[in-house]
């Protein structure tokens, strides 16, 4: 995902000198600036694979058992309980979560680099 | 009715008028100061995306379709989930304003500018249409105004709004727009739940009938179904026939109604159905995947994706967070819309449910956007229902406006960039952009405006959901690449938007995806957007890790 570009299309040698592998040799911290963006791909991933699966599994569960609907609780419906109540505050604790580790990602990166 | 209408408008344009401030110069048109909080910024995202759709649309849907609509609400909230964790910090600290200026930007290309601003003004056009749509079935049903004034009012205000002002005038507008809305949601709510408790506890789930006598007029020529034989009181055209307020025995099946025709329906009597919604009896009203559309189920999946990768696309909501101080602020800021959203979407359901049951004859109308507006008085007759209903107009009206300045504005900021920009160019757009849905809003033969606004979604999570995704976290993006993913990707998504905006529904799997496309467009521009790429991977722009970088890093590094 966040490897360099190496040029190895045949031909370009001929239209030109080779591209030098962009930036390495200007940003030294390059190792560090990819490891810190693997990190945030990272908890991206895990936010959005609760997401997805919440999405795909929901919908898939009451197409299965079409009987749920006849559950009720609270005098409600039990597709209409989760539906209307139950996803929302995934989403919000979810969020929450996710900005609270990203930026302690982002802490451990400028950290360690501040005079002590 | 009219002086409802009035003051709801009044208060809107007022809450607008003093939250506006002038210009120091013209490039402030399209870049408000970075100085909003991300409670503020907050605010006024979500106000920009409670749009005329979803305030009015959802609950419409709902009384209408039922169970399977309660998937809207979760995946756009979940969309800003999405946004929040791939696009939001990136961009922010990309420095560009517009996904124009983000794509010029991060693939070094004029190519990718236009193609990426033809699909902003394609979204925008999608997103402005149902605005319209909704004004225009809003004032024809509270004031039986003609549709095409709603349209002019709309037009009118945006103008009003941002011409002179700019993007600085709405951010303040925006804001207090969310809280008038949600208030507007709320207070009806909490109320019209304490007197459907007290009064009684029917399950709406019953097939709708007329609770009490009502007349019910019609405002387009239209088809409707009856079930059962009913006697009504009929004046005006029914069948072809004229009819002065006569007892009309009426056989179960379709009948014509002329516009115009006033029919009286007794109490008790079955609603009839516009021939455009498939009568939902009982159960299937309230069980999800049985309201008679073909291929349920994966029209679910193909919305939810839509509008789960679609918001990250939306031009007028990324743009917004460009008035956070840095990344994190902007992160933040999403973080707040998933909350504020969560609350407002609490609310759509239960209006669709007391819709079934004290304004059934939308069914046979058709208009279900209206519903909201006319609860309040079908639930509270007398001072508190039309108290009521200036809550909710005014909240509407915040809707229509709100959400068509920011579309508008941040169309034509992308758009004018491209030429040139200065502030004339910029009306220019902005008059452009506005022209477009309006030509649209007269052609078009969809009557739910929820319906019309997931076609937006589409096409923007076809198309620029992509782009975003994969500029900011894939380094081998090639501009080729770039443009070959919007084109396979947004292309057929908006040949599948007008189709269904011009042709109307059609039945089985083709119909299915053109209402629906993005199970099959959005793989398709990721492909494209990723196989281009990989073919042209010569040609990756050299400042690739530079941009990285400068996405990615806190901007307090040492």
């Known amino acids: 995902m966040t490897e360099r570009v190496t040029v190895t299309v045949r031909g370009a040698r001929r239209r030109g000198p080779r591209r030098r592998p962009p930036d390495e040799h200007l940003e030294p911290g390059a190792a560090r600036v990819r490891s810190l963006i693997r990190t945030q791909a990272r908890l991206a991933l895990a936010t959005l694979t609760i997401v997805f699966l919440l999405l795909a599994g929901l919908p898939m569960l009451f197409a299965c058992a079409p009987g749920l609907s006849h559950v009720r609780l609270l005098g409600v419906r039990l597709p209409w309980l989760i539906l209307c109540g139950g996803v929302q505050p995934v989403w919000v604790v979810a969020a929450h979560r996710h900005v609270r580790l990203a930026e302690r990602a982002e802490r451990a990166f400028t950290e360690p680099a501040r005079p002590e | 009715m009219i002086t409802v209408v009035a003051l709801a408008l009044l208060i809107a344009s007022l809450l607008g008028v003093s939250a506006r401030t002038r210009p120091a110069h013209a490039c402030d048109l399209y870049a ?68 124009s200026d983000f794509a010029a930007w991060r693939l070094g290309s004029r190519t990718v500018r236009h193609a990426v601003s033809a699909c902003v003004v394609v979204i925008g056009w999608f997103y402005l249409l149902p605005q319209f749509q909704g004004a225009g079935v809003t004032l024809s049903v509270i004031s039986g105004l003609p549709v095409w004034t709603g349209w002019v009012a709309v037009v009118v205000a945006v103008g009003v709004m941002i011409l002179p002002g700019g993007m600085r005038s709405i951010t303040g507008m925006q804001a207090v727009q969310f809280w008038l809305k949600l208030i507007a949601v709320v207070v009806p709510g909490l109320i019209f739940l304490a007197v459907w408790r007290l009064q009684n506890d029917a399950d709406a789930a019953r097939a709708p009938y007329f609770h009490r006598p009502t007349t019910v007029t019609a405002g387009t020529s239209a088809g409707m179904r009856l079930t059962a034989p009913a006697v009504l ?79 990250m696309g939306l031009p007028h909501l990324v743009v917004r967070f460009y008035s956070n101080a840095g990344g994190r602020a902007a992160r933040r800021t999403a973080k707040i819309v998933v909350l504020m959203l969560a609350a407002f979407y609490l609310f759509p359901a239960l209006f669709g449910t007391l819709g079934r049951l004290y304004t059934p004859e939308l069914l046979m109308t058709g208009e279900t956007d209206a519903t909201l507006l006319m609860l309040p008085h079908r639930i509270l007759p007398g001072l508190a229902g039309d108290l009521l209903t200036i809550l909710v107009a005014t909240g509407a009206f915040a809707a229509f406006a709100s959400t068509s300045c920011g579309v508008v504005v941040a169309v034509s900021g992308s758009i004018s960039g491209n030429f040139g920009g200065g502030a004339s160019g910029f009306r220019l757009s902005a008059v452009i952009t506005m022209a477009v849905p309006l030509l649209l809003a007269v052609l078009t033969c969809v009557p739910q405006s929820m319906a019309l606004i997931t076609l937006a979604f589409a096409v923007a999570a076809s198309s620029l959901c992509p782009l975003l995704v994969l500029g900011v976290w894939w380094s081998r993006l090639t501009p080729a690449g770039a443009v070959a993913g919007v084109l396979a990707g947004g292309g057929p998504a908006t040949a599948a938007g007008l189709a269904r905006i011009l042709g109307g529904q059609r039945p089985g799997w083709l119909g299915m995806l053109i209402e629906q496309p993005a199970l099959v467009t959005v793989p398709l521009g990721f492909a494209a957007m990723i196989g281009v790429s990989l073919l042209t991977r010569a040609t990756v722009p050299a400042h690739t890790h530079r941009a990285m970088a400068r996405m990615h890093l806190p901007e307090d590094r040492p």
């Open chain 2, 32 to 99: 408000a100061s970075r100085e909003v909080s991300p409670w503020w910024n907050a605010s006024a995202i979500s106000g920009e995306y409670i749009s005329a759709a979803a305030f009015l649309g959802m609950a419409g849907l709902v009384l209408a379709y039922g169970a399977d609509m309660l998937w809207l609400p979760i995946g756009a909230a979940a969309g800003h989930v999405v946004l929040l964790t791939l696009v939001t910090a990136p961009l922010r600290r990309s420095g560009a304003y517009t996904l």
């Open chain 2, 233 to 311: 009181t009929v004046r005006g055209v029914v069948d072809g026939r004229h009819h002065n307020g006569e007892p009309v025995r009426l056989d179960a099946g379709t009948h014509r109604v002329r516009a115009g025709a006033r029919l009286r329906f007794p109490a008790g009597a079955a609603v009839p159905h516009t021939d455009q919604l498939t009568l939902l009896r009982g159960d299937r009203w309230a069980t999800p995947f049985s309201g008679g559309r073909d291929h349920p189920l994966a029209a679910t999946y193909s919305v939810l994706l839509s509008v789960l990768l679609g918001t």
